[in-house]
C-alpha cells in the first residue's frame, strides 16, 4: 500500500511540470527627483535586490535564460532577470552602489542616437563599460525611441520597414562596435510591436521584450517576452513578490497577434490557447481590464475573455491570474496588450 502511494505521488509528479518561469523586472528612472510613474528610488531599488537575495531568487542575464530555454533546458524554480530601459544617468549615479553591493547581472536597454544628442541626460559609453564590471550586458532599444509602429502619413509599407530596421540596426552596429559585439536582445520603446515590426525583428536574429506583464517560459513569443513593469506603484513589494513567483502559462498560442484594435473593435476580445489544464481549475481563473474582474469562456484547453468596457486610448492590458494546483500560493499569470489609436491613428507616450 505505502508502495501505491509512493507511485501514485511518483506518477502525478511527473504527469505534470509547471513551465520554467522567469520574472523579468523592468524600470526606467532610479531616482526621486524624475518622473515618479517610470521611476524607483535607490532605497526602492535597493530593497527589490535584499528581497530577491533573502528569498534565494537566482537571477540571471537574458542570454543565459534564452539559452537554456532554446536548448529545452529549466532554470531554478525562482529566477528572475532584471532590465532597465533608456539608459538615463541617473541609473549610474543613483545606482551604481546597489549594482556593485549585490553584483546581479542585469540589462541595460539603450538609444545609442539619445546618447549622443542628449548625452547630459543619458549614460555614455564610459558609464556604461563601467557598469559592464557590476553585471551590466547592454541591449537595444532602437536608436530613437519613436512609436515604431507608427507609419508616417503617405509613408509606403516599404518605406516604414527601411526606415525602422535602419533604426534597429544602426543602434546595433554602435553598440556593438563600442561594446564588442553584444547578443541580439531588442526592448520596444513603450512596449508597443505589431506583427511586421515582429517578423523584421526574428528575420534579423533578435529576442524582443514587451511591457506587458507576466513570466518569460518556453512557450513565450520570441519577439513579445513579457516582463513586469516595478516602478512607482508597481515598486510595492507585496505585490511584486506575487509576480516575481509567478507561473507562465503554457502557452500554445494567444489571438489577436496585434496589439493595435480596429477603430471599430473597442471591446475586444482576445483568446489564448494552452497545452494543458492540469495544474489549475479554469474556473478560478479572472481576468482584470480596468476596474472590471471578467470570467473567462473556457473550451477545451482554450479561453476567451470578451471585454465589456470600452478601451481607452493608449495602452492597455488584461491579466488573467489562477492559482496553481502543484505550487502552493503560486499563480500562473498572463497577460494581454491592447492599444487603442485615436482619430488620427496615434496615442499618447
Ligand atoms: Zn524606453
Not at 556604461?128 to 512609436?147: C, M, P, T, V
Not at 471591446?267 to 494552452?274: A, D, K, L, M, N
Request: charged residues 20%; hydrophobic residues 40%.
Amino acid at each position: 500500500m505505502r508502495f501505491m502511494i509512493f507511485l501514485f505521488a511518483l506518477l502525478s509528479s511527473v504527469a505534470w511540470a509547471a513551465p520554467s518561469s522567469v520574472a523579468i523586472l523592468q524600470y526606467h528612472h532610479i531616482g526621486d527627483d524624475t518622473p515618479r510613474v517610470t521611476s524607483v528610488t535607490a532605497e526602492e531599488l535597493e530593497a527589490h535586490f535584499a528581497w530577491l537575495k533573502e528569498n534565494n531568487f537566482t537571477v540571471l542575464s537574458l542570454a543565459e535564460i534564452q539559452q537554456r530555454f532554446e536548448n529545452g533546458k529549466s532554470v531554478p524554480e525562482y529566477t528572475a532577470a532584471i532590465t532597465i530601459d533608456d539608459g538615463w544617468r541617473n541609473v549610474y549615479r543613483e545606482g551604481l552602489e546597489v549594482f556593485k553591493k549585490y553584483n546581479y547581472p542585469f540589462t541595460i536597454f539603450v538609444n545609442p542616437k539619445l546618447m549622443r544628442e542628449a548625452s547630459s541626460q543619458y549614460m555614455g559609453w564610459e558609464q556604461l563599460r563601467e557598469l559592464q564590471k557590476y553585471g551590466a550586458h547592454i541591449a537595444n532599444h532602437s536608436n530613437s525611441h519613436w512609436h515604431m509602429t507608427w507609419r508616417h502619413q503617405d509613408e509606403t509599407e516599404q518605406a516604414w520597414r527601411e526606415r525602422v530596421l535602419a533604426d534597429v540596426l544602426d543602434a546595433q552596429a554602435e553598440i556593438d562596435e563600442q561594446l564588442g559585439e553584444q547578443p541580439r536582445q531588442f526592448a520596444y520603446p513603450y512596449g508597443e510591436y505589431d506583427v511586421a515590426l515582429e517578423e523584421m525583428l526574428a528575420e534579423h536574429g533578435f529576442i524582443a521584450f514587451g511591457q506587458h506583464s507576466g513570466p518569460w517560459t518556453q512557450h513565450s513569443p520570441s519577439t513579445a517576452i513579457p516582463r513586469f513593469p516595478a516602478s512607482a506603484q508597481y515598486a510595492n513589494l507585496e505585490s511584486l513578490a506575487t509576480k516575481l513567483k509567478s507561473l507562465g502559462l503554457p502557452l500554445v498560442s494567444a489571438e489577436p497577434k496585434a496589439m493595435l484594435v480596429a477603430p471599430d473593435e473597442v471591446t475586444p476580445s482576445f483568446r489564448v490557447e494552452v497545452t494543458s489544464i492540469d495544474d489549475f481549475n479554469p474556473n478560478q481563473m479572472n481576468c482584470f481590464a480596468g476596474g472590471d474582474v471578467l470570467q473567462p469562456q473556457w473550451e477545451g484547453n482554450t479561453f476567451t475573455v470578451q471585454l465589456k468596457k470600452e478601451l481607452p486610448v493608449g495602452r492597455s492590458r488584461v491579466n488573467c491570474t489562477v492559482p496553481s494546483f502543484s505550487q502552493q500560493g503560486r499563480f500562473y499569470w498572463y497577460s494581454h496588450p491592447f492599444i487603442r489609436a485615436d482619430q488620427k491613428g496615434r496615442w499618447p507616450d
